[in-house]
């Protein structure tokens, strides 16, 4: 089965400061991975994907996150944070076979300080 | 595209009624899913269909819930009788192919009380 862990339920940055929120994944077989953003009393929103092609994935709004099989990792990162970036934001797996199950982590809260 | 559309956006109702929550799909896609969103227990996967037959409902809490998805645009959730802790955000996504992205709507804010 796959699981996903995000480490730290909050982060708290300031604006213009460097944001990463970290992601590790647990998975038999390759996975697909993905990051997600939920801004309040919104649904989720794609920020962006992994599906084996480039392991650096860049997505919208600035994101981009790195997989990294040997550390079952794949950690969002933003070069500078704009107070516009303050959600929550979700890591996903799912498998690269028929099992297609897509499964979330709990979330990390990003605040952004002026 | 209008994206993935969920009907309604809110529900108030009385704990031991039924509650129907609805759902139409992206055209095309052939997965769908229902999830449960709370703030103890995060998002959880209730059931997720492809072409329309579910397959795997290992997250639907109990018998009291029952998912069916009759045609490839539209999905209902159920839950028959209602009780409080069933309030929540409930999510309907649904996705084109197998290791794509899943596009999520709105979602459905229940609350029984």
């Known amino acids: 089965a796959q699981s996903v862990t995000q480490l730290g339920s909050h982060v708290s940055v300031s604006e213009g400061a460097l944001v990463l929120l970290r992601c590790n994944y647990s998975s038999s077989v390759p996975p697909y991975l993905f990051w997600y953003v939920q801004y309040p009393n919104q649904g989720l929103q794609l920020l962006l994907k992994?599906?084996?092609?480039?392991?650096l994935v860049k997505g919208i709004n600035g994101f981009e996150a790195e997989f990294k099989k040997s550390e079952t990792s794949f950690h969002l990162t933003k070069p500078s944070a704009h107070m516009s970036d303050a959600a929550e934001y979700f890591c996903?797996?799912?498998?690269?076979?028929?099992?297609?199950?897509?499964?979330f982590g709990s979330g990390t809260r990003l605040l952004v300080r002026p | 595209d209008a994206g993935v559309i969920q009907s309604p956006r809110h529900e108030v109702t009385e704990m031991g009624q039924e509650v129907t929550l609805r759902c139409k799909p992206i055209?095309?896609?052939?997965?769908l899913f229902w999830y449960r969103q709370t703030m103890m227990r995060g998002l959880e996967l209730l059931i997720y269909?492809?072409?329309?037959?579910?397959?795997?409902d290992s997250g639907m809490p109990e018998d009291r819930f029952s998912a069916k998805m009759p045609n490839a645009s539209f999905s209902t959730l159920k839950i028959q009788p209602s009780e409080p802790r069933d309030s929540a955000v409930y999510f309907c996504?649904?996705?084109?192919?197998?290791?794509?992205?899943?596009?999520f709507g709105q979602g459905t804010r229940l609350t029984v009380v």
């Open positions: 996504a649904s996705s084109s192919r197998q290791g794509g992205a899943a596009f």
């Open positions: 992994y599906t084996s092609a480039a392991t």
């Open positions: 996903a797996v799912s498998r690269m076979d028929s099992s297609y199950k897509l499964i």
């Open positions: 269909f492809n072409n329309n037959v579910p397959i795997d």
């Open positions: 055209s095309g896609h052939d997965y």
